[in-house]
């Protein structure tokens, strides 16, 4: 696996490839990999001859006060996994090289960006459009591998593409959960162990959803109420959110349907937690 920190070094590489009429799989990431991270790769390494991770704590998705300093972070792991996942390039730029001194340009999805956490972290989504932007212009892969996991972010990030004409496929990788159900994520970390082990409720709650949905239930408002009530029989939960919405454009529903999802985001201590899932 070649371990690159340049964008000129990276383009050189994938112009090189591409003159081989390889097909290029992309796979943005954070870093402090886990296995929902490494299912995605497995995508890429199925659709495309060669694959691309990058690993980039992106600040501009940080709000000030935000966990950006404390972001979990293991080089090491992260390269032995990626190597173990078949990556054949890791990206990792330092800060400089993706926001020079001086740097002004933004992207922002309208809309889709102020709703479900949006609304709660206000410039975070134009952050995660504006990083992905630029890697997509770095990288210029055939498709890009986005988890379901954040479902607001891909349908935000499919948005953009069509809006900007991005020729590049996206496609969505399925929640990878821990045993109890929880969902993996790299601020699992953060968790205390009662707090680790109280926050398997979300799933719980969110799969109830889907069972009373599945049984005839179709009334939204039934529905968010009694997954908040599920969630706020753990006593350390503070819910953020729980909305159902429908997956083109995120808008509220009142009606449940096949292909609509239930979103929600709470708190244990200081850790944020979000998740979803699909009626
Ligand atoms: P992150 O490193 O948290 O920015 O995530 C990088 C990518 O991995 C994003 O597309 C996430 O949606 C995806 N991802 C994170 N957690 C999971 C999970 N549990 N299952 C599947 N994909 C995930």
Same mark, same amino acid.
């Given at each position: 696996?070649?371990?690159?920190?340049?964008?000129?070094?990276?383009?050189?590489?994938?112009?090189?490839?591409?003159?081989?009429?390889?097909?290029?799989?992309?796979?943005?990431?954070?870093?402090?990999?886990?296995?929902?991270?490494?299912?995605?790769?497995?995508?890429?390494?199925?659709?495309?001859?060669?694959?691309?991770?990058?690993?980039?704590?992106?600040?501009?998705?940080?709000?000030?006060?935000?966990?950006?300093?404390?972001?979990?972070?293991?080089?090491?792991?992260?390269?032995?996994?990626?190597?173990?996942?078949?990556?054949?390039?890791?990206?990792?730029?330092?800060?400089?090289?993706?926001?020079?001194?001086?740097?002004?340009?933004?992207?922002?999805?309208?809309?889709?960006?102020?709703?479900?956490?949006?609304?709660?972290?206000?410039?975070?989504?134009?952050?995660?459009?504006?990083?992905? %932007? @630029?890697?997509? +212009? *770095?990288?210029?892969?055939?498709?890009?591998?986005?988890?379901?996991?954040?479902?607001?972010? $891909?349908? !935000?990030?499919?948005?953009?593409?069509?809006?900007?004409?991005?020729?590049?496929?996206?496609?969505?990788?399925?929640?990878?959960?821990?045993?109890?159900?929880?969902?993996?994520?790299?601020?699992?970390?953060?968790?205390?162990?009662?707090?680790?082990?109280? %926050? @398997?409720?979300? +799933? *719980?709650?969110?799969?109830?959803?889907?069972?009373?949905?599945?049984?005839?239930?179709?009334? $939204?408002? !039934?529905?968010?109420?009694?997954?908040?009530?599920?969630?706020?029989?753990?006593?350390?939960?503070?819910?953020?959110?729980?909305?159902?919405?429908?997956?083109?454009?995120?808008?509220?529903?009142?009606?449940?349907?096949?292909?609509?999802?239930?979103?929600? %985001?709470?708190?244990?201590?200081?850790?944020?937690?979000?998740?979803?899932?699909?009626?």
């Amino acid at each position: 696996m070649n371990i690159i920190k340049t964008n000129s070094v990276l383009q050189k590489e994938i112009k090189r490839y591409k003159s081989e009429g390889k097909t290029v799989g992309f796979v943005p990431t954070m870093g402090f990999f886990h296995e929902g991270h490494l299912s995605l790769m497995n995508i890429a390494k199925e659709k495309c001859d060669i694959v691309v991770v990058s690993l980039f704590v992106n600040p501009t998705q940080f709000a000030p006060g935000e966990d950006l300093d404390i972001y979990p972070r293991n080089f090491e792991k992260d390269e032995k996994l990626a190597i173990s996942a078949g990556v054949d390039m890791l990206f990792c730029p330092d800060l400089d090289e993706i926001y020079p001194k001086g740097y002004l340009t933004y992207i922002y999805t309208e809309q889709l960006s102020s709703i479900l956490c949006g609304k709660f972290r206000k410039e975070h989504f134009q952050g995660v459009t504006t990083i992905v %932007a @630029k890697l997509f +212009n *770095i990288v210029q892969p055939d498709i890009a591998v986005f988890g379901q996991k954040d479902y607001q972010q $891909a349908i !935000i990030i499919k948005r953009m593409v069509r809006d900007l004409n991005f020729p590049i496929k996206i496609i969505l990788g399925p929640i990878i959960r821990e045993r109890d159900g929880i969902a993996m994520s790299s601020r699992n970390k953060y968790l205390s162990k009662d707090e680790r082990d109280q %926050a @398997k409720i979300i +799933n *719980i709650a969110l799969k109830k959803a889907k069972e009373e949905f599945d049984s005839g239930i179709n009334d $939204a408002n !039934i529905i968010k109420e009694n997954i908040r009530k599920k969630i706020q029989t753990s006593d350390l939960a503070r819910i953020e959110y729980i909305e159902i919405v429908n997956s083109v454009n995120l808008d509220s529903i009142k009606r449940v349907k096949s292909g609509t999802f239930a979103a929600v %985001a709470v708190y244990y201590g200081k850790t944020r937690l979000i998740d979803n899932i699909n009626f």
